[in-house]
């Protein structure tokens, strides 16, 4: 790799650190200017490692003074460190005191204003913006906090842990004191003051313990915690009964703030959230918005095991915590979701997001493992790899030993490394250990390749029926792609959930050949070598197999099955997310032939009449349906191509979308109508589904007028837009008349920008939509540039700049690729713009540019340029530096 001019950190330098923080007192005199905090350390020499210089992290800071056992000594600054050569061999207090400037703080790092109040976001080094500090994951300490600030302007002061004090000082000023009794990272650290208001809930858990359960947010938004008050009960119930992992702090704080760089951080005690992740009522939040809520505070809450209790040793194991806990929430979302169908729902949208989000990751500039081996800047890698891959990994773990089986492999992880700080090593010699005997620990080393290995592995398989011998063998072949500085890659562990179906879609008894009689009709096998083949016996006609049931793996399956087969599982797989594959897989080989031949798209009668009986099947959830009936998306479109060419992507799916409008039509309008919700809204599952078919119906209505230039289905969807009684069916209704660039599109959006002008979140969807508006003749485009100078529009608020920058560059391939190259230059803009605010942001949407050289010309060559000329900025973030280096390579 070209390295470019940032510093490369590697995970094999790793040495663990001379000093051990074992205590910290902290104070704090709150002043949005400036800031003075006075820290009081006890430090201890490691006896593991030589002995050598104490080198503190500490960035932005004013340094005022350095003590050891309250003796002034000599110090050098160097970078972001500070030295002290000369320090005691023995155990020593260490106090510091600097200043640092919160409303300065635009980065959204360490300890910043927003909307008048004070926050902290120290993960993943933040904490050195803040005080000097060994500021890694592998020091812990515990915390004593006072805070100190003007009473009526931050009525409430918060820290990690228990309130030990209050008490008020002069000049209108008043203090509180913290302590929190668990030993944690200062990444773990937060702080809070503020005029803030709490719901509050008191709670008795299964243990038998009460614990005060508060979300904090601005006056005015109380009522729009409710939700998230619920959510975080739910969780507190199913870590206990699922993991028997309680509570284990009396007091549990979550905070919401506008200003905010990710959804949501899990702060000792007190999780610090963007409202986005947390604020909801039904008039100004969508049944999505509702669900990522739900599973963003189970998030956050888990991670008080998976994270806080026991944590990373270096920032390279971050997928330990972060693909845990993801598994986690995602196993806590399907088991709220209650029906098989509802479940079934929850995997087809995080496969979905899966695969439209880590897998061009994995195949492009980026790619990475899940344990990463370099980085020049750590805040690049919480990415869908470190996140929803290693979320899949642990999921393979759970396949492989049972949910039982993962079970105890969880309770000995906690029994052996609770309050430490660990590796994913010890994560999975915990779950083999506890499993001895295992499909998973008789092949641990091979299975680790998961965290070594980047790319998407490519499953081939090939069955083959001897009517003679009543046999059917499946062949498996695995192909690991190279990805950049990983050219040989060895086979990695493949479990194969899967069924077969005779051709009229019977389950078929599953008995391989050596196995005195069928293991019922769903099994898993486990595929650990380049290539494996499996014998079934006792097989009564040629059957269609059903492979990689509930996505049993993160690879690119291919089958070699034809519309026939797709055809029957479509109709009868008991697996669900099969299904829904069988109806994905059939539309996406339609757009594929439709763009690689460069010829009009023509949907036959075929695919149409399965559709037709997917949306008028009798049994079949709405929720279901409307996914099934949902088109692949453009990214996931894009990575089945080896030349990419974002218009003929889209006019593929435009076309696919208004000949299923013109087809179905008469079903979509009997879908709409009876398909209505009724009584007061509920997120739930059932009548959110409901919302997703008659939305889905609407949008298909609303197309296909607007191209037949009737005026019924507009005038409808106005209608319904302007009476909706929740945000789901009033965006549904809006985004119908958008995406159609029907004429009442223009009014609507312009009665719900002075509906919600008091609504952050809510204008924040206003752009966002306008940023995701299928492109008509640039206008979508020109839109998003005037939008861009809107008063309402600011690059500041990281929310803001993600609803229009980011739903144009990362979510509007045909809007953004131009021949004429203007999207790519508004991108360096956009980027060079953001960088100088907010370097984390500003890194996540210079990724857009990861796959360019996928790109078809004129594109390739334009795209290049637009990265070279972001290259070309003298003083760029390492942020952006190391994504453009990559990008580069
Ligand atoms: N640990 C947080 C979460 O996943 C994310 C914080 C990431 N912060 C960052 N600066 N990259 O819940
Ligand atoms: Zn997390």
New binding site residues.
């Given amino acids: 790799m070209r390295e470019g001019t940032v510093t490369l950190i590697r995970r094999e330098d790793y040495v663990a650190p001379i000093f051990w923080i074992r205590t910290v007192d902290l104070t704090f005199d709150l002043d949005p200017a400036k800031t003075l905090v006075t820290s009081k350390m006890q430090l201890e020499r490691n006896a593991a490692v030589p002995h050598g210089p104490l080198r503190l992290h500490g960035e932005e800071l004013n340094l005022l003074r350095v003590l050891i056992n309250g003796e002034s000594v000599s110090f050098r600054q160097e970078g972001h460190e500070l030295i002290i050569d000369n320090v005691p061999d023995a155990d020593f207090v260490l106090e510091i005191r600097n200043t640092c400037c919160p409303d300065k703080n635009t980065a959204l ?1 360490g300890l910043y204003t927003s909307g008048g109040g004070f926050f902290t ?1 120290c ?2 080094e ?1 904490f050195r913006r803040i005080t000097y500090f060994l500021d890694r994951p592998d020091v812990m300490a515990v915390y004593t906090v006072t805070l100190r600030a003007d009473k009526s302007r931050f009525p409430v002061l918060l820290s990690n842990g228990n309130l030990l004090d209050t008490a008020d000082l002069d000049n209108g000023r008043h203090m509180a004191k913290w302590h929190d009794p668990f030993p944690k990272p200062s990444y773990l650290f937060a702080l809070v003051a503020g005029d803030l208001v709490a719901r509050e809930q008191r709670i008795r858990t299964r243990a038998g313990k009460d614990h005060l359960l508060q979300v904090y947010v601005r006056r005015g938004d109380l009522e729009k915690t409710e939700h998230a008050m619920n959510s975080l009960i739910a969780s507190v119930v199913w870590d206990e009964a699922r993991f028997n992992l309680p509570l284990d702090l009396e007091r549990f704080m979550v905070v919401g703030v506008s200003d905010f ?6 702060n000792k005690g007190l999780n610090i959230f963007n409202t986005s992740a947390l604020l909801a009522s039904p008039a100004t939040a969508t049944d999505a918005d509702f669900q990522r809520i739900e599973s963003i505070v189970a ?2 809450y888990f ?1 008080n095991w998976t ?1 806080n209790r026991v944590t990373c040793r270096d920032w390279f194991q971050l997928s330990l ?2 693909g845990l ?1 993801v598994f986690r929430d995602q196993e806590f979302s399907m088991d709220m979701a209650a029906t098989p169908s509802a479940r079934a729902v929850c995997r087809i949208q995080d496969v979905r997001a899966l695969r439209s989000m880590q897998f061009p990751e994995d195949a492009g500039a980026m790619a990475h493992p899940v344990r990463p081996d370099v980085y020049a800047e ?2 690049n890698f ?1 990415t869908p790899t470190v ?1 929803e891959k290693g979320s899949e990994v642990v999921r393979m773990y759970q396949t492989l030993v049972g949910r039982e089986g993962f079970g105890k492999g969880m309770a000995l992880y906690f029994e052996r490394h609770d309050g430490q700080a660990v590796t994913c090593d010890d994560f999975a010699q915990a779950i083999a250990d506890a499993n001895p005997g295992s499909e998973l620990s008789k092949r641990l080393d091979t299975f680790k390749r998961w965290y070594s290995q980047a790319g998407t592995p490519r499953l081939q398989a090939r069955g083959q029926y001897d009517a003679a011998a009543r046999t059917y063998t499946l062949s498996l072949q695995q192909v690991n792609p190279p990805s950049p500085g990983q050219p040989d890659k060895l086979p990695q562990v493949i479990p194969v959930a899967l069924g077969l179906l005779s051709r009229d879609g019977a389950a078929l008894p599953l008995q391989l050949d050596g196995e005195a009689q069928a293991a019922g009709t769903d099994r898993v096998l486990v595929l650990d070598s380049a290539e494996q083949s499996f014998v079934f016996v006792n097989v009564d006609s040629a059957p269609v197999p059903s492979l990689l049931r509930g996505f049993s793996a993160p690879v690119v399956l291919d089958d070699g099955l034809g519309d026939e087969e797709l055809l029957v599982l479509l109709k009868h797989d008991s697996d669900a997310f099969n299904r829904w594959e069988a109806s994905q897989r059939l539309a996406l080989s339609r757009l594929l032939t439709s763009v690689r031949n460069g010829q009009p798209l023509r949907l036959d009668d075929a695919y149409l009449d399965a559709m037709r009986a997917v949306l008028r099947h009798p049994d079949l959830d709405p929720a279901f349906k409307a996914l099934a009936l949902q088109l692949p998306d453009e990214a996931y479109i894009a990575e089945q191509l080896t030349v990419v060419d974002p218009q003929a992507i889209h006019a593929a799916v435009t076309q696919a979308q208004e000949q299923l409008a013109a087809a179905l039509q008469a079903d979509w309008a009997w879908a709409f109508e009876t398909h209505q919700v009724s009584g007061g809204y509920q997120p739930d599952p059932v009548q959110s589904g409901k919302r997703a078919l008659t939305n889905l119906a609407l949008s298909m209505l609303v197309l296909h007028a607007t191209r037949s230039g009737d005026g019924v289905w507009p005038g409808r969807a106005y209608q319904r837009f302007k009476d909706a009684t929740n945000m789901t069916d009033r965006m549904g209704a809006l985004s119908a008349l958008v995406q159609a660039h029907a004429a009442l599109a223009e009014p609507a959006l312009e009665r719900f920008h002075a509906q919600f002008k008091g609504e952050a979140l809510v204008i924040d969807k206003w752009f966002a939509l306008q940023g995701r508006a299928t492109e008509l003749d640039g206008k979508t485009f020109a839109r998003v540039k005037q939008l861009a100078k809107h008063s309402d529009f600011t690059l500041k608020n990281p929310n803001r700049a993600r609803s229009l920058i980011f739903s144009l560059c990362m979510f509007n391939p045909a809007a953004f690729h131009r021949t004429d190259a203007a999207g790519y230059v508004f991108w360096a803009e956009q980027v060079l713009a953001l960088d100088a605010i907010n370097p ?1 942001v500003a890194g996540r949407l210079a990724r857009v540019m990861d796959r360019w050289t996928t790109l078809a010309t004129p594109y390739r060559s334009a795209a290049r340029e637009a990265i070279a000329r972001v290259a070309a900025k003298a003083e760029l973030s390492n942020d952006v530096r190391e994504i453009i280096d990559r990008q580069l390579a």
């Fill in positions: 790092s976001q993960e993943a933040g760089n990710m959804g949501a951080m899990e998030h956050e991670h994270g915590k972060e806990t750590i805040n919480y996140y984390q």
